[in-house]
């Protein structure tokens, strides 16, 4: 079916930058809304940023001015761009996509989520 797969995260020092990609494969007809996610253990899982298939962006407010999110819906790829990062940007990010894709001979719509990436902020 589908599958999305991070890529990027690190061990980072404060104010430093990452750059996290999310590449979804498969029988894809369409992307719609395109997320990033992240969870701390012990904690909820958070929406940082997203971005529809026509470009429009929105941030959660702990990251504005400091996260990019961009899209590529010629390679079905977000990315998340992390500037002046702080210890308490350290979890593991989540990509989300709402996926039309081929089942069997029909077309479906789904949400899919990636495995994770572990972001690290330390000195």
């Known amino acids: 079916q589908v599958q999305l797969v991070e890529s990027g995260g690190g061990l980072v020092q404060p104010g430093g930058s990452l750059r996290l990609s999310c590449a979804a494969s498969?029988?894809?007809?369409?992307?719609?809304?395109m997320n990033w996610y992240r969870q701390v253990p012990g904690k909820e899982r958070e929406l940082v940023a997203h971005?529809?298939?026509?470009?429009?962006?929105n941030y959660a407010d702990f990251v504005k001015g400091r996260f990019t999110i961009s899209r590529d819906n010629a390679k079905n790829m977000v990315y998340l761009q992390m500037n002046s990062l702080k210890p308490e940007d350290t979890a593991i990010y989540y990509c989300?996509?709402?996926?039309?894709?081929?089942?069997?001979?029909?077309?479906?719509?789904?949400?899919?989520w990636g495995q994770g990436t572990q972001v690290t902020v330390s000195s």
């Open positions: 971005i529809t298939s026509g470009g429009y962006t």
């Open positions: 989300d996509a709402a996926v039309q894709y081929r089942s069997g001979t029909e077309c479906d719509t789904d949400d899919f």
């Open positions: 498969g029988s894809i007809f369409n992307i719609n809304v």
